[in-house]
Every structure is written in C-alpha cells, then in structure tokens.
C-alpha cells in the first residue's frame, strides 16, 4: 500500500521535515511557494498560519485616500496565492515554545516544526501614544497604515474644504518610511487639483533630523517638500495626540496645531512575540543575523520582511529579496550545510511625487541611495522625478500578484545590491557607527 | 573630527560630539560630557539611564532608542525628556561615550 500521510511517512521513518510559516502576507507566501518547488510533498510539509484571509497589496494603501483605488482593488484571498501542497491554518497565534519547538494556535491546537519562519510583519501600536486613539480618531486624526484608515481617510480628504494638515511620524521603525512623505506630495498634487492648494498649509513632522533617514536623500527629498510648499518639521517627539483640541504636543512640550492630522503611530512586531519567551527584542521584533536571516537564539527559526529586527527598511522589497536567501538557508539548514551569509541589506523604492511622476532609489546596509540608472546603465532614472517611474510602481501590483508572490525570479531584478548604472561618487559609504 | 581634553584625557569626539573611542570614556569624563549638553550636576536618575546605555551598547553593540529605553530603563519617557531635554537617546549615548544610537531606517 503507497503511504500518502504524512503520519504515515513518519511511522515508516522516512524523514519529512516540518516547515511552519507564521504570516501570509509578502515574506511568508513567497517563501512557501519557492520552498515548495524545492521540496517535493513526501520530503517536507510547508503550513502557512494567518489570523484572515485577506492578503492585502500594502503598497496600494497610499493612493486609497486619494480616491484611486478601493480596499477591495487591493485585496485578495491568501489562501489562493499560496501554491498546491502547501497547507494552510486559519488561526491566530497565542504563542512560539522555542524549547519543544512548537506553535501553539488561537484555536486550541499545536503544531510542530523542524523549522519556523516569522513572518508576521509589523502591528500598529496606537495605544502606546496617549490621546491617539481617543476622540476625534478617524474623525479628525487618521492614518492611511489600515485599510479601514485610508478608506476613512479618502472620505474625510473629500470633505477638506482648507487648513492644516500634519503628517506625523511619531517614532521608527515603520514599514515603507517613505509613504509619509509620498503622502504630502500626493496631497500637495490632489489639492491643486481641486484648485484649493492654498487653502491648505501641509507640514511633515518627524522625530528625525531630516525628511528621511538616509544623508543623501534626505537633502533631496528634503527639497522637494520645499519645493511643494509643505513645510518640515524635525525633532519633533509626539507625546500625545489631541484630537479634539487638534495639536500635536511634543514630549518637550511643544506643539503643532491641526485641523486634520494623518498619525504613522509606532510599530511593533505580533503580540504573540511578547508572549513567547526569549522570541523576540523589546518591540517584539526577530533578532536575526542581518545576512543570514537565521535567529540568533534559535537556529532553527528564521525571520523575513518586516517581522526581523534589521537595520534594512520595512519594505515589500526588502522581503523579496531576503526570499531568495532565506529560503536557500532553510535549505541548507535542513541539511546540516554552514548557512548562505550574502543578505545584503538590498532595498528597492518607487517614491510617487505627485502629478504621474515617481522617483527610484536602490541602496543597501552599506551603500546610500545613489543617482544612476537602475538595474544598470540603461535602467529606470535613480534619484529622479519621472513618468517611467511612476508607470513603474503602478505596473508593481501586477507583478506582486503574478511574479512576486508565486516565488518567480523577475528579469534583471537582483536580490543583490546592482552597483552597475549608478554614480559611485563621495560620498558612497556610510559612515559605520560601530 | 577635534581633540578636546575631558577629565585631563586628550579625547577625539567626532563632528556631532560623540567620543570616537567608546573604550576610553571613564564616569569622570561623563561629567565633562554632560557639561558641554548642559546638564550639571549628573543626578542619581542621570546617572541610572547613562549605565543604562553604556552596558546596552556593550551587550549589543547599539545605545536603545527612546522608546526602548522607556520599555527597559525603568525611568518613563516622559522622565527621560525632563532628564535630558535635548533627546534622552543622543544626549546620554553623548554623555555614555557611546556612539548614536543608530536610526532605524
């Protein structure tokens, strides 16, 4: 009689190794789909776990409040983005027992792994600010971070007549450090739509000491706020959100009034992290060696995307590329091999900036963005305002449905860094800071 | 870069003011440190945070942010601005002679 059961398999002996994805999002499909076209069914059982069945295109949240594009446009089931032969649970998490190498589910039951991969990405954490959440939350003071945010958001854009807007970062990490600030410039390009930009003073706020974390960019998208007449505000720590007065006040007691805010609040890793001993740091985030993406607590446990607590951006890029390495590592773990050290921090971002045009900037842990032409010389424009790069981040949801998440590699499209095409001019390396 | 004298040690501080050479700060050049941020005296509560710091980047190679530190110091984020008005993170990684702590990205 053929032994089909995975129970089965394991009475007779033959090796099945257990691999556990937790998340169903952009790092946990890609990895069950290309670990399944490297392990046949009867060599190892791939079960992805997620609390809904909603994959949502993150990226696509930013153009909801400006009326293109719905919830729906951007969501399909997860279930179907997931290849045959790979099991799916429709569970929450109560927590990971590292020492017995099991997950134990919301739904009573456990599963065991030989290998776990955390994938959970980033929760939003709006009750570690005072006031966020409180009134005036989705009334005057929203984000575009939830589906449910961005919708409210679209509806409340639609009605603003004039005043002041504040978009707040209120402290890092978040995922897609960049969307805040691709919010003003859409904000700044939809108002003149509507004919009503100078009824409207836009201003970014930011705990950081420039519009963006890295040197280069920041000077330059630091200008294009400047440009837009949206005023910047650095250094600025939000204490507590006052909706109904509308102000921002500061932990230095400074404050930035508004009429409507649009608050990032803070991220955090899965509640389950917490509740998991010796899982995950203080934010609840994976500790992982930066090139391996293996835990550094726990060899059999691996983090992708936004879920690791890495010095690389949270991003659907960053996950992509940390795919091909992670799942080669899982591999190569399973099979008692020393593990594939060549994550290179790679990040990938389309920067809309209003009126059809986007910018493209390409960097890693060791490399700041850079002008040039990406994948190579003859590439899409780095560092610069384009239309090709705007068609560029509207043909990606395409390619995230049918190429990314499938676990296909996309032509020219490296997981490493290209240095190819790009101006390697002073200054090109960060300073390291330890 | 600039060499400056802290305790009576000649020390390099980088252009931001942080000590180029964790390994030479002692608590006696803290209190230099703390000085040149305006902070005098260093207070028991300075001084609790300052450790802190110190002994985070020595066990994992990077000061906390503020909003580790006010998970794991035991001193609140409110606290922690009063203490150090300028940014609790930069000023007592500054002080601490340890370097920024880095910016999530």
Redesign the interface.
């Known amino acids: 009689m053929r032994c089909t059961s995975i129970a089965c398999l394991y009475a007779m002996g033959v090796p099945v190794h257990r691999i556990v994805i937790l998340g169903g999002g952009t790092g946990g499909t890609l990895t069950a789909n290309r670990l399944r076209k490297i392990y046949h069914p009867d060599e190892a059982t791939i079960t992805v776990v997620d609390q809904n069945d909603d994959h949502l295109y993150q990226p696509g949240l930013l153009f909801v409040p400006f009326g293109v594009g719905t919830i729906k446009d951007i969501t399909r089931p997860r279930r179907t983005q997931l290849h045959r032969d790979i099991h799916y649970s429709s569970s929450g998490v109560t927590k990971v027992e590292l020492a017995s190498n099991t997950v134990c589910l919301t739904d009573g039951s456990d599963l065991d792994y030989d290998v776990l991969v955390i994938a959970t990405g980033a929760t939003l954490s709006t009750d570690e600010t005072e006031g966020l959440s409180g009134p005036g939350w989705m009334e005057k003071v929203f984000t575009f971070y939830t589906p449910e945010g961005a919708a409210a958001l679209a509806a409340a854009l639609r009605d603003f007549q004039g005043g002041r807007i504040v978009v707040n970062v209120v402290d890092m990490p978040i995922k897609c450090p960049v969307a805040p600030l691709e919010f003003c410039f859409l904000a700044d390009a939809y108002f003149r739509k509507r004919g009503i930009r100078d009824r409207v003073e836009l201003t970014y706020v930011t705990p950081l000491d420039g519009a963006f974390t890295k040197p280069v960019c920041s000077k330059q998208l630091g200008g294009m706020l400047d440009d837009r007449g949206i005023k910047l505000v650095t250094e600025f720590n939000t204490g507590v959100v006052d909706g109904t007065g509308g102000r921002l006040i500061a932990y230095d007691e400074s404050e930035i009034p508004f009429d409507l805010a649009v608050v990032i609040p803070v991220h955090s890793g899965a509640t389950y992290v917490a509740n998991s001993e010796e899982l995950g740091d203080e934010l609840g985030f994976i500790e992982v060696d930066e090139h391996t993406l293996q835990s550094t607590t726990s060899p059999n446990v691996f983090a992708i995307g936004d879920a690791a607590a890495l010095s690389a951006s949270k991003a659907g890029s960053v996950a992509h590329f940390e795919g091909e390495v992670l799942v080669e590592n899982i591999h190569r773990f399973l099979d008692g091999q020393n593990l594939d050290a060549s994550f290179d921090g790679h990040v990938n971002c389309f920067i809309e900036s209003g009126s059809s045009r986007a910018l493209l900037i390409d960097f890693n842990y060791e490399t700041e963005p850079l002008t040039g032409h990406y994948p190579g010389s003859l590439g899409l424009p780095l560092m610069k305002e384009s239309r090709l790069n705007h068609l560029g981040k509207l043909a990606f949801q395409w390619i995230y449905w049918h190429s990314l998440l499938p676990g296909r590699n996309l032509p020219f499209v490296t997981s490493h860094m290209p240095r190819a095409g790009k101006n390697f001019v002073a200054p090109i390396q960060k300073e390291h800071s330890r | 870069m600039t060499t400056t004298t802290l305790a009576g040690i000649d020390v390099e501080l980088n252009d931001e003011g942080f000590l180029v050479e964790p390994s030479q700060w002692t608590e006696a050049m803290a209190v230099d440190l703390a000085r040149k941020e305006g902070i005098d005296p260093l207070t028991d509560e300075h001084w609790k945070v300052v450790h802190f710091m110190r002994s985070e980047y020595l066990a994992k190679?990077?000061g906390?942010?503020?909003?580790?530190l006010g998970?794991?110091s035991g001193v609140t984020?409110?606290e922690?601005?009063q203490l150090f008005?300028k940014?609790p993170a930069k000023t007592a990684a500054k002080i601490a002679g340890i370097?920024?702590p880095?910016?999530?990205?």
Request: charged share 25%; glycine share 14%.
């Open positions: 190679g990077s906390p942010s503020v909003r580790v998970k794991t984020i409110k922690l601005y008005p940014g370097p920024k880095k910016g999530c990205i």
